[in-house]
């Protein structure tokens, strides 16, 4: 409630129709000391990022130029962008970043939302779905669907079989779910991401390209 009051409060600064936005959750990223906080952050489609400027002279411009809040500008000042397609959206700062990561810059991950009425929907199967996105700098969204309550495990592993990490190890109730890795420390490379619930296996490859 709080993040839609303070979201509708901008929007009417901007002079933005409140009823042009048919968003399901709002997330901020402040701008302050140079960097992004938080710069890299995965949302849902039909999500709002508000970038919030704290302090100093900076903009939002899409590596792509699909959003920008406009001319740098001096604190305070606070720029608004519904995504509204899945994707990967990088953005950066142009006064002290650039496009493809240079300096003060950060990326939108847009993947399907995964609502309460997705989970109860009927689950008869075991899936592992495709890492998203892949190629993946440096996180990258899993999702895996689960048909009966079952001990889960995933792991993952680089291209000659020696284990990573192990991102779950717990028993999981019937449903969808959906969890992030993070390869900031890894180099690039092909990883294998491994799902064991019970009797069921599968294995995904994964790349991480810097």
Not at 17 to 40: E, R
Not at 42 to 68: C, E, K, M
Not at 150 to 175: A, F
Not at 198 to 204: L, Q, V
Request: aromatic residues 10%; glycine residues 8%; charged residues 15%.
């Amino acid at each position: 409630m709080k993040n839609f009051i303070f979201l509708s409060l901008f929007v009417l600064m901007l002079g933005i129709n409140p009823n042009t936005i048919h968003s399901q959750t709002s997330h901020q990223v402040v701008l302050t000391d140079f960097q992004f906080t938080d710069a890299d952050i995965t949302i849902s489609v039909g999500d709002t990022v508000v970038w919030i400027n704290n302090q100093g002279l900076h903009d939002v411009d899409a590596d792509d130029n699909s959003f920008t809040s406009g001319d740098p500008a001096e604190a305070p000042w606070t720029f608004v962008h519904v995504f509204t397609a899945k994707g990967v959206n990088p953005y950066f700062c142009s006064v002290h970043g650039g496009a493809g990561g240079a300096g003060m810059s950060g990326v939108v991950t847009v993947m399907e939302p995964v609502g309460v009425s997705d989970q109860n929907q009927i689950v008869n199967e075991f899936v592992l779905e495709q890492n998203y996105p892949n190629p993946f700098n440096p996180s990258t969204i899993i999702r895996y669907q689960i048909a009966e309550k079952s001990n889960v495990i995933l792991t993952v592993y680089n291209s000659i079989g020696k284990e990573i990490s192990t991102l779950l190890n717990e028993v999981k109730p019937k449903g969808t779910f959906t969890i992030e890795f993070d390869g900031n420390n890894l180099p690039s490379g092909i990883y294998y991401l491994r799902l064991q619930a019970g009797n069921f296996i599968d294995t995904k490859k994964m790349v991480l390209l810097r």
